[in-house]
């Protein structure tokens, strides 16, 4: 059956943060995404593809085969994959005290989506508990955070909340609450660890003054060469492997 102008209308207005939250779903589009997300178990609610893809063998209900005009209408791309696939937002919720157990990443007004998507993939590969996203930066449900992440969005657990009194949750439960800034102790002379919360603030300013409080001990990467400063994903990148090492 061919997709209605309210189905057609409802798909398209998901590329808006406000349309998705009173929806309660998100877009996601292009095969590499959509079977990393099913590949993860991505708890996705529908499905939407060209006979180009629908002619691999899948067996799922949710599948609906639309034709090339009627994905180039739900596409939130200037060129129209052949699957489009709708998720259901679904948050963590922490429990009292979780934060000062294992490790975790927190991200404070990271507002580039490529980066909060490739933190999301350090948290995975890393195997961190979870990850912490302040309410100002990229919304968790967008597309580009959701690529970047390149299927990690279905496999870390990530909550949004105000960073700094769970960071201070997490410092009174004995976790270290270590901060990335050019001052600090070097990242070379850190110990490993399976407690601790690393933060990440914004490449601009770093993290917030509020956040900057709960900071409990501050680690920087020795800089050798000229620049400037390094991408706040790559920064993290190096601290995760710190406390991994060993």
């Not at 909060?116 to 968790?140: E, I, Q």
């Not at 050019?182 to 300013?205: F, I, M, N």
Request: proline share 6%; hydrophobic share 50%.
């Amino acid at each position: 059956m061919p997709l209605t102008k309210a189905e057609i209308h409802r798909l398209r207005d998901l590329r808006e943060k406000k349309h998705r939250e009173a929806a309660g779903l998100f877009v996601v589009e292009g095969p590499k995404v959509v079977g990393e997300l099913l590949a993860a178990g991505a708890e996705l609610a529908e499905l939407y593809a060209t006979a180009e893809w629908a002619a691999a063998p899948i067996d799922d209900p949710r599948l609906r085969v639309v034709s090339e005009a009627e994905m180039a209408r739900i596409s939130h791309f200037p060129t129209p994959s052949c699957v489009l696939a709708a998720g259901r937002l679904r948050r963590a919720a922490l429990a009292p005290g979780e934060i000062a157990k294992g490790l975790t990443l927190a991200l404070d007004g990271i507002q580039d989506p490529g980066n909060v998507g490739t933190l999301l993939r350090l948290a995975d590969w890393f195997g961190f508990a979870r990850v912490l996203l302040s309410p100002d930066s990229a919304d968790l449900f967008s597309q580009k955070v959701i690529n970047a992440s390149m299927g990690s969005f279905a496999r870390v657990r990530v909550a949004t909340l105000e960073l700094a009194p769970a960071l201070a949750e997490a410092a009174r439960g004995g976790a270290p609450v270590l901060g990335c800034d050019l001052e600090g102790e070097s990242v070379y002379a850190l110990e490993p660890r399976g407690d601790a919360v690393v933060v990440v603030g914004s490449e601009g300013r770093g993290p917030s003054a509020a956040v900057r409080e709960a900071v409990t001990r501050w680690i920087t990467i020795p800089r050798v060469g000229g620049a400037e400063s390094l991408n706040a994903a790559v920064a993290a990148g190096i601290v995760c492997a710190a406390l991994r090492r060993g």
